[in-house]
């Protein structure tokens, strides 16, 4: 049998599809493409009990991504992150089955790892020398370190304002980095035109198809880990939102495998940072896509993306699963920043934390009821946001002093 039941590339907006086994990036009509899998022969040939026995990688679910030959995957360890149950914090908020996929622990300390994992491996096996990305931070070093590990030259550009340490994986792994006195979208068309210039492969948010499956394996992951029945909830910090798209990819293959447990979708919960929220604007609004948002700026760096080139998808899987759009303010944002580490010893990213503001309003409202089973997504380690924890009032002492406690 194929390593990858991979079978063609479709545009996710016309339909139009294309040899998956030459490099493209999107569709003449300038559409996100989507890898399309030979379903009916995974259902013949492939068992959730198998997939169980494999190795705690994500590609444990390799016939449902894209690498043809397994000596082609650029690894680094990724995937099988920890589920932890958020027992104090459920509490506190009245719900009976509340977790966190924590994906901090990911190589490079974001989940961004997944998608640059299998984007990079993709690349590589189809011959790709040179790649180029606008980044807020994250997805910049975490495709800079795999380009490193696979032989590749990676061009990143993000913003001048951009956490320091994404900076320094970006520098010290060989990437060449260019910061610009503005937002990701003024980088975006930076390397868009460097694209055109130099010929350098596109690898900006769903401007090729391969880091949406790298993200989709966080729907799979999820999904296993309840015994391939989905949660009633998946609460996602949303900026270019390919997590989100990548979620509902992966719930609606395991429904057409028939893996999911009667075929029911999780709702799923788009936050956005109130400094930037397109998202949340277009859904309250009844719209298709977003409008730009101006002025975006958040203490959730990582969120602030003032219109997404998928907006249309992301919006498009909320409503299709009943889902909702929220918006949370940067004092809540490092309120359960705070909570989620004092209470629960969970050292989050802000956009981590965005997602327990956003479930407490949620909560709050009725939306979510006490007995339903919520996954909250930390995207990232709080290691690399150390500006947001401060650390005021500690003791200096002497040697010789005497500890005290006031």
Not at 132 to 155: D, E, F, Q, S
Not at 166 to 173: A, F, G, L, N, V
Not at 289 to 304: L, R
């Amino acid at each position: 049998m194929p390593y990858s039941y991979l079978s063609h590339l479709e545009c996710s907006k016309c339909g139009k599809v294309y040899d998956a086994n030459q490099p493209w990036n999107v569709c003449e009509c300038k559409g996100p493409l989507f890898a399309r899998y030979d379903l009916e022969l995974a259902v013949r040939h492939l068992r959730p009990e198998s997939v169980a026995r494999r190795p705690g990688s994500l590609w444990r679910y390799h016939e449902l991504l894209p690498v043809q030959k397994p000596d082609n995957i650029i690894s680094l360890g990724e995937g099988m992150t920890p589920m932890l149950p958020l027992s104090l914090l459920g509490d506190y908020l009245g719900l009976h089955n509340l977790f966190m996929k924590d994906e901090g622990l990911m190589p490079s300390g974001s989940f961004k790892a997944r998608g640059a994992a299998v984007g990079i491996s993709r690349a590589y096996e189809l011959g790709i020398k040179k790649i180029v990305m606008p980044t807020n931070g994250n997805a910049g070093a975490a495709w800079a370190l795999y380009a490193a590990r696979a032989g590749m030259k990676a061009y990143i550009v993000m913003p001048e304002d951009a956490p320091p340490i994404t900076k320094r994986e970006c520098t010290s792994s060989g990437a060449d980095l260019y910061l610009v006195r503005g937002l990701v979208s003024d980088a975006g068309r930076m390397t868009s035109a460097a694209v055109a210039d130099y010929g350098w492969f596109d690898t900006a948010t769903l401007r090729e198809p391969y880091r949406l499956e790298g993200k989709k394996t966080l729907g799979f992951e999820i999904a296993e880990y309840f015994a391939w029945d989905a949660p009633d909830v998946i609460v996602y910090p949303t900026g270019g939102g390919v997590g989100l798209i990548g979620i509902y990819k992966a719930m609606l293959e395991l429904r057409s495998l028939g893996w999911l447990e009667g075929g029911r979708l999780p709702r799923l919960v788009a936050v956005q940072a109130s400094g930037c929220a397109p998202i949340v604007k277009a859904y309250a609004e009844d719209k298709l896509v977003s409008d730009f948002w101006e002025n975006a700026e958040s203490v959730a760096f990582g969120i602030t993306v003032p219109k997404a080139f998928g907006d249309f998808l992301v919006l498009e899987a909320i409503r299709e699963t009943d889902g909702c759009a929220v918006s949370v303010s940067d004092e809540e944002i490092l309120l359960w920043q705070q909570r989620l580490a004092r209470e629960e010893g969970l050292f989050v990213s802000p956009e981590g934390a965005a997602t327990a503001a956003a479930t407490s309003q949620l909560v709050e409202s009725g939306w979510i009821r006490p007995q339903e089973r919520v996954v909250l997504l930390n995207t990232g380690s709080g290691l690399k946001y150390p500006h947001t924890f401060e650390a005021t009032d500690i003791p200096v002492l002497n040697p010789g002093d005497e500890l005290f406690v006031n």
